[in-house]
């Protein structure tokens, strides 16, 4: 579909215009013509007014005349009901729908006056840098749809519109004409694909789009966006195009599917023509933009133009992960491929001249062999004969020399002979020994190939790391790592053969128990090296020792491969019983809440969405269903909603009809805390506030006689829309969602003569198993800027409490959770009980904040601590207090109270 806006405008027309033809509409519905922006194979978009109850001007897509067929019909139905499940800042939203006079459907979008990106950034010349940032929107936009069930399949420039927003571009996606759903189906009417018609733009097709286009993926829209990157970066596309669409079909399709493009920095050095002109819109010179883009420019953009999916990033959220890295200066995921799978592509993309050259290799190795063998005879021959000339001359002159050489010879000869004999024993005895000797290596290369499963092994426990939360987002990933890794513990049998096999051959050559040390039976004390070596050398003075150092070599070489190979199958039985154990629970877990969303807990969600919106304390706060999170309703005290984390709940809960049992509240509004409850999240509004306190002016923000040097200088602070836990992680949480009990202050009688159960705090954990943990479950640590904002209420008081000196809680170390008094936002434990990890790492607050959580920057050696603990004084309670503490240690006086950040 042609894009919204074609060109840059600076006047909108506020009347149709004069020149359309007559056929075409004046009015389609309540809005009023004004002029064509586009049109497409099926459909016309017209610049259209809506005068009530809102005057604005929109884009109206209506289907052509005479192209009111089935097949069209439901497409036109898919695209609007595609775009209408999506609501993102970088997709164009649908406003309206219905049909003409004469029943043909349209539907009506919001107005993007913009133009296509790759002209909006030459047209601006922005930099690498810049382009990259507008991509990661273009990212971020297409994850929406995929998280949504929705894959594009024809992502290009056309198809995204950038548009200046007060001063900042923001791209578009539009056109969801070809989008396919993943998880339902998008219209009620049949939808027909034709055998053998490609879906898509063959710039910017996948390879599976090119194949048969029914085995597609989001991971399509990835490739694609990779070509986008590609021409972002260069102004080329990896195939041009022109000579790719000159080409048949079946040559666009194998050029697609086996030809590899040139990484973008070598496309940009061998531009014969433009290359200046391509590096100055990029604000740059062609030596410049070689070096920008070389290194992991060019390995994340092949990465994402990979033939095989598998190799391909994961999705568009990975992708832009990668992307981010490389703009903060941190190491890529993406890398150049190994000279193993170079080599496999290069075996079947030229299998028929490799086997050729083979062939012709092997004829002509085996003509110099003959040839050779030729040449040695000829030459023994003249030989020969030249003796036997000197020998007659001899016999001519001197009769009696002849007949004491024909004696000598005689004896010479029977001497030969018995030398030729023993060489023939010897040579029979030197042939046995080699046939066993390659026996021996070629057993010896078997188990060598069992050590290639500890980098694979490697490789699954790095990718299971990546895939989480175990939510529907990572559903498709989740079986692709299964299927393609469970596998790997079944070699566990036949490694155990083989280790039998190798500790039978050492017991064998055993001496005393023990292997038989180097330099015995009169060897010098090589080392293994020197030992192949030896075994190797063929000449006369070593090859009495030949034998025995190769037997020596073999026991030392089989002594290492029985130890690796037993760990090795000590982690292959540890890869089954744990990562394949987890991942299966994994994946059985995203499919139970995808199911429970859908159906058991819709209602509470609608409930929970239509009251956020109204809520004035949330400002019109619009969110979809949090994957993970059950809404309680609001708190009747605070104003503020609660929600219910499933995962962390314990295995043992006792279930009602309706699903697990949620916590309820009594009489006065408070949620009933037990052993049994999972983590409950409170969902804080956006919000300014002043950060830290200053002791040097009472007249000023933030003053506090009590205040330290590290909590100023007060810096105001706005923060987004985040979900807080209402009480600190208890032991049973962090038992349920890791299976561990790390707490110094187990469940058991307190010394102060109470008994504590497991809804005490969970402490005597570091920063970096916090971080570990929570990402798991799709959480984070607070930033400092989130932890005091909550702990305060967005209030400027400092103290959490007033003069408590003399009384006590009646625990002489960690409470109950959720025992006291609760703050302004219902949070419990703020400022006491532990203190808590904060993400921050240690600094100043002169540092930049960043927009959205306020995070300074990340912890590397310490990270900040926030909150009192049981064994603080009144004024390290204070909210504003600030320690750190070293990332890798642990405390029995530190806990975590998770985030949670809004998902789309």
């Keep these: 579909m042609p894009s919204f806006s074609p060109r840059p405008s600076t006047h909108q027309p506020t009347s149709p215009d004069p020149n359309l033809e007559d056929w075409r509409p004046k009015s389609i519905g309540a809005y009023t013509i004004l002029r064509v922006l586009g049109e497409g194979g099926m459909g016309t978009v017209y610049l259209a007014e809506q005068l009530v109850p809102l005057r604005r001007q929109v884009a109206l897509k209506v289907i052509k005349l005479g192209l009111d067929n089935k097949e069209t019909l439901a497409r036109f139905d898919q695209e609007r009901q595609a775009l209408s499940l999506m609501g993102h800042a970088n997709i164009a939203a649908v406003l309206d729908g219905g049909a003409t006079e004469?029943?043909?459907?349209?539907?009506?979008?919001?107005?993007?006056?913009?133009?296509?990106?790759?002209?909006?950034?030459?047209?601006?010349?922005?930099?690498?840098?810049?382009?990259?940032?507008?991509?990661?929107?273009?990212?971020?936009?297409?994850?929406?749809?995929?998280?949504?069930?929705?894959?594009?399949?024809?992502?290009?420039?056309?198809?995204?519109?950038?548009?200046?927003?007060?001063?900042?571009?923001?791209?578009?996606?539009?056109?969801?004409?070809?989008?396919?759903?993943?998880?339902?189906?998008?219209?009620?009417?049949?939808?027909?694909?034709?055998?053998?018609?490609?879906?898509?733009?063959?710039?910017?097709?996948?390879?599976?789009?090119?194949?048969?286009?029914?085995?597609?993926?989001?991971?399509?829209?990835?490739?694609?966006?990779?070509?986008?990157?590609?021409?972002?970066?260069?102004g080329h596309r990896p195939f041009d195009s022109w000579l790719l669409r000159e080409q048949g079909l079946a040559e666009i399709q194998r050029t697609i599917q086996e030809e590899e493009p040139p990484k973008p920095s070598s496309k940009v050095s061998t531009i014969a023509d433009g290359g200046n002109e391509h590096a100055e819109r990029r604000r740059t010179d062609p030596l410049g933009l070689h070096k920008r883009l070389r290194g992991d420019l060019d390995w994340i953009v092949m990465r994402a133009l990979e033939k095989e999916r598998s190799r391909r990033y994961g999705s568009s959220t990975e992708l832009a992960a990668d992307i981010r890295r490389h703009l903060q200066f941190e190491p890529v995921l993406a890398s150049p491929p190994s000279w193993v799978y170079r080599t496999r592509k290069f075996l079947r993309r030229y299998r028929i001249q490799v086997s050729a050259t083979a062939i012709a290799t092997a004829s002509l190795i085996i003509g110099l062999v003959i040839a050779f063998s030729q040449y040695r005879t000829v030459k023994a021959q003249t030989t020969v004969l030249g003796q036997q000339k000197t020998t007659l001359q001899d016999q001519k002159h001197d009769l009696e020399v002849k007949q004491k050489a024909l004696l000598e010879s005689e004896r010479a000869a029977t001497k030969s002979a018995a030398e030729a004999q023993r060489a023939n024993t010897e040579l029979a005895s030197t042939n046995n020994q080699l046939v066993t000797e390659a026996a021996g290596s070629n057993r010896m290369l078997g188990m060598l190939r069992y050590l290639s499963f500890v980098p694979r092994l490697a490789e699954a426990k790095l990718e299971a790391a990546k895939l989480f939360p175990a939510w529907p987002t990572n559903e498709a990933a989740m079986r692709e790592w299964i299927i393609k890794y469970t596998p790997l513990p079944s070699e566990a049998n036949q490694l155990r053969s083989a280790i039998r096999r190798i500790s039978n051959d050492i017991e064998e050559h055993l001496v005393d128990g023990k292997l038989p040390q180097r330099g015995t039976s009169g060897l010098l004390a090589f080392t293994a090296m020197e030992w192949s070596t030896l075994a190797l050398d063929l000449q006369d003075a070593r090859k009495p020792h030949r034998r025995e150092t190769l037997l020596m070599a073999n026991l030392w070489i089989?002594?290492?491969?029985?130890?690796?190979?037993?760990?090795?199958?000590?982690?292959?039985?540890?890869?089954?019983?744990?990562?394949?154990?987890?991942?299966?629970?994994?994946?059985?877990?995203?499919?139970?809440?995808?199911?429970?969303?859908?159906?058991?807990?819709?209602?509470?969600?609608?409930?929970?969405?239509?009251?956020?919106?109204?809520?004035?304390?949330?400002?019109?706060?619009?969110?979809?269903?949090?994957?993970?999170?059950?809404?309680?309703?609001?708190?009747?005290?605070?104003?503020?909603?609660?929600?219910?984390?499933?995962?962390?709940?314990?295995?043992?809960?006792?279930?009602?009809?309706?699903?697990?049992?949620?916590?309820?509240?009594?009489?006065?509004?408070?949620?009933?805390?037990?052993?049994?409850?999972?983590?409950?999240?409170?969902?804080?509004?956006?919000?300014?506030?002043?950060?830290?306190?200053?002791?040097?002016?009472?007249?000023?923000?933030?003053?506090?006689?009590?205040?330290?040097?590290?909590?100023?200088?007060?810096?105001?602070?706005?923060?987004?829309?985040?979900?807080?836990?209402?009480?600190?992680?208890?032991?049973?949480?962090?038992?349920?969602?890791?299976?561990?009990?790390?707490?110094?202050?187990?469940?058991?009688?307190?010394?102060?003569?109470?008994?504590?159960?497991?809804?005490?705090?969970?402490?005597?954990?570091?920063?970096?198993?916090?971080?570990?943990?929570?990402?798991?479950?799709?959480?984070?640590?607070?930033?400092?800027?989130?932890?005091?904002?909550?702990?305060?209420?967005?209030?400027?008081?400092?103290?959490?409490?007033?003069?408590?000196?003399?009384?006590?809680?009646?625990?002489?170390?960690?409470?109950?959770?959720?025992?006291?008094?609760?703050?302004?936002?219902?949070?419990?434990?703020?400022?006491?009980?532990?203190?808590?990890?904060?993400?921050?790492?240690?600094?100043?607050?002169?540092?930049?904040?960043?927009?959205?959580?306020?995070?300074?920057?990340?912890?590397?050696?310490?990270?900040?601590?926030?909150?009192?603990?049981?064994?603080?004084?009144?004024?390290?309670?204070?909210?504003?207090?600030?320690?750190?503490?070293?990332?890798?240690?642990?405390?029995?006086?530190?806990?975590?109270?998770?985030?949670?950040?809004?998902?789309?």
């Design 558 to 904: 089989n002594s290492f491969l029985l130890g690796s190979l037993r760990g090795l199958a000590t982690d292959l039985e540890a890869f089954r019983r744990n990562e394949l154990r987890d991942m299966r629970q994994r994946l059985s877990w995203s499919r139970r809440i995808k199911r429970e969303f859908i159906g058991k807990y819709k209602a509470k969600w609608d409930t929970a969405i239509t009251e956020i919106a109204a809520s004035p304390v949330y400002g019109g706060l619009r969110i979809v269903p949090q994957y993970g999170l059950v809404p309680l309703g609001m708190n009747p005290n605070t104003k503020l909603q609660e929600f219910f984390h499933l995962r962390s709940r314990e295995f043992h809960q006792r279930r009602t009809n309706e699903g697990p049992r949620l916590p309820r509240r009594d009489r006065s509004g408070r949620l009933r805390t037990n052993v049994e409850n999972g983590i409950v999240f409170v969902l804080i509004p956006a919000g300014k506030f002043h950060l830290g306190a200053q002791p040097s002016d009472p007249a000023a923000i933030g003053y506090d006689a009590a205040a330290q040097l590290n909590e100023a200088p007060v810096r105001r602070i706005t923060l987004e829309p985040f979900f807080v836990a209402k009480y600190e992680m208890t032991q049973a949480q962090w038992k349920q969602l890791t299976g561990q009990e790390p707490s110094v202050f187990q469940p058991g009688r307190d010394p102060g003569g109470r008994f504590a159960s497991s809804l005490r705090a969970v402490e005597n954990v570091s920063y970096l198993e916090c971080m570990e943990v929570l990402r798991h479950q799709g959480f984070e640590l607070p930033t400092e800027a989130q932890w005091e904002y909550a702990a305060r209420c967005a209030k400027t008081k400092t103290e959490a409490t007033g003069n408590l000196s003399g009384t006590s809680d009646g625990w002489s170390k960690t409470a109950l959770v959720g025992r006291f008094v609760p703050n302004g936002f219902g949070l419990f434990d703020t400022c006491g009980n532990v203190a808590e990890w904060c993400r921050d790492g240690l600094g100043t607050y002169s540092k930049a904040f960043r927009a959205g959580d306020g995070l300074r920057g990340s912890a590397k050696e310490s990270a900040m601590v926030r909150g009192g603990s049981w064994s603080s004084t009144a004024p390290e309670a204070r909210a504003t207090h600030r320690r750190s503490f070293l990332c890798d240690k642990s405390s029995d006086q530190i806990g975590v109270r998770p985030v949670r950040k809004i998902y789309d």
């Design 102 to 234: 004469d029943g043909r459907p349209f539907f009506v979008m919001e107005y993007v006056d913009g133009i296509r990106i790759t002209d909006y950034c030459d047209n601006h010349r922005l930099t690498v840098q810049a382009r990259l940032e507008i991509f990661l929107d273009i990212c971020n936009g297409l994850q929406h749809a995929h998280q949504k069930g929705i894959i594009h399949r024809d992502i290009k420039p056309s198809n995204i519109l950038v548009a200046d927003q007060d001063g900042k571009p923001v791209p578009k996606l539009i056109d969801f004409g070809l989008a396919l759903a993943t998880d339902e189906q998008l219209t009620d009417q049949t939808l027909l694909t034709r055998q053998g018609q490609w879906i898509g733009t063959p710039e910017y097709m996948s390879p599976e789009q090119a194949g048969s286009g029914v085995d597609v993926d989001t991971r399509a829209d990835v490739y694609s966006l990779g070509v986008l990157l590609y021409e972002l970066l260069t």
